[in-house]
């Protein structure tokens, strides 16, 4: 069937163009049927998560649309590493606005397929629909881990510790710095440091060389994409626990440490804006010095930030001693 084939619709075209060299899984089919298929290995189970990203809501409508794709594929592909999960596939819905942008979708596309390929994770399928509301996309990811060895939020325990990965705020504070020189110079940081923050809201990295770390050695795992202090709740809830958080001990970089220093209302807003992508994780005393020196072998940092403790209160943050009030604790669209 040729292009100007009147059998073939223009969304077929559409994928044809800018989707199906991404679906190279067998199970895909090549796009060119209403499902895929997907064996798990033998032994393994299949996880699956999903996220929705909104122009306007989770990326500015001006956005590189490159960048726009690698982070919905990569919001997915951190919930996975948190669970000890192996990202195997992707289910992709996007709703375009009329007339459809090629360029744009050129980019997204490109952008998309540069992910699929790094992290080993082929589209599968999905769709692709019109709307009269902003650009939305919805990825639904598929991971597989040996069986009965999902990591969940509940779990923690009193005495574990808690770890993070890299490092916490930066996205939030790069989400709430204007744009352009001058808005950095009001924050009292040079611009390699804004465009640092700004960056790490753009693409987040997943920590998927964390993964098997995560699922050999903790005890309870979330990534944190609503704000440590709220995804920290959210674990010590379902795990019928509280924490002592040592404020002092999270990691910050060195562009969200000179933005806080300056301004120390930020430091609320790195601890709860959300959009890091790092994980918070449970790890039981027995086990630290193993799962430290395998998170350093992965060459992924982690710094334990506190204790699980008994209680059904929220989580405690201290800084020097005093509690430190993180005012609503998380990101929330309700």
Same mark, same amino acid.
């Given at each position: ?227 440590? $202090?709220? @995804? ?5 809830? &379902?795990?019928?626990?509280? !924490?002592? %958080? =040592? *404020?002092?001990? /999270? ?32 790890? $039981?005393? @027995? ?5 430290? &020196?395998?998170?350093?072998? !992965?060459? %992924? =940092? *982690?710094?334990? /930030? ?29």
């Amino acid at each position: 069937m040729g292009r100007d084939d009147p059998r073939i619709s223009g969304e077929d075209r559409l994928i044809a163009e800018y989707f199906r060299p991404i679906a190279l899984a067998p199970g895909a089919m090549d796009l060119r049927d209403d499902a895929a298929f997907f064996t798990p290995p033998d032994g393994h189970d299949l996880v699956l998560t999903k996220d929705a990203l909104v122009a306007g809501v989770h990326f500015f409508p001006d956005d590189p649309p490159r960048m726009i794709a690698q982070k919905a594929l990569r919001v997915n592909l951190s919930d996975l590493a948190a669970k000890g999960a192996v990202p195997a596939g992707f289910l992709l819905a996007l709703a375009l606005p009329k007339p459809v942008d090629t360029a744009w979708l050129a980019a997204f596309s490109a952008g998309l397929q540069a992910d699929a390929e790094e992290f080993a994770c082929p589209l599968l399928g999905g769709d692709t629909v019109t709307t009269a509301g902003p650009i939305t996309i919805s990825i639904t990811a598929l991971g597989t881990l040996p069986r009965g060895t999902m990591v969940h939020r509940e779990g923690a325990q009193a005495g574990d510790h808690i770890f993070v990965s890299g490092t916490i705020g930066d996205a939030a504070l790069g989400l709430r710095l204007p744009r352009g020189g001058a808005a950095a110079t009001q924050w009292g940081i040079d611009l390699a440091a804004a465009d640092y923050l700004v960056g790490r809201y753009l693409v987040p990295h997943p920590r998927v060389g964390l993964t098997k770390a995560i699922r050999d050695y903790a005890s309870s795992a979330m990534d944190v994409s609503d704000g440590l $202090a709220g @995804d920290l709740a959210k674990l010590c809830l &379902a795990s019928g626990v509280s !924490a002592d %958080v =040592d *404020v002092t001990r /999270i990691p910050l970089s060195t562009a969200a440490a000179a933005a806080v220093e300056n301004n120390p209302d930020t430091l609320v807003t790195a601890l709860t804006g959300g959009d890091d992508y790092e994980i918070v994780c449970t790890v $039981a005393e @027995d086990r630290r010095a193993a799962f430290i &020196a395998a998170a350093q072998a !992965a060459s %992924v =940092d *982690v710094v334990e /930030i506190g204790r699980i403790v008994v209680g059904d209160a929220p989580p405690r943050f201290t800084r020097d001693g005093k509690v430190f009030d993180t005012g609503a604790g998380s990101f929330s669209h309700f």
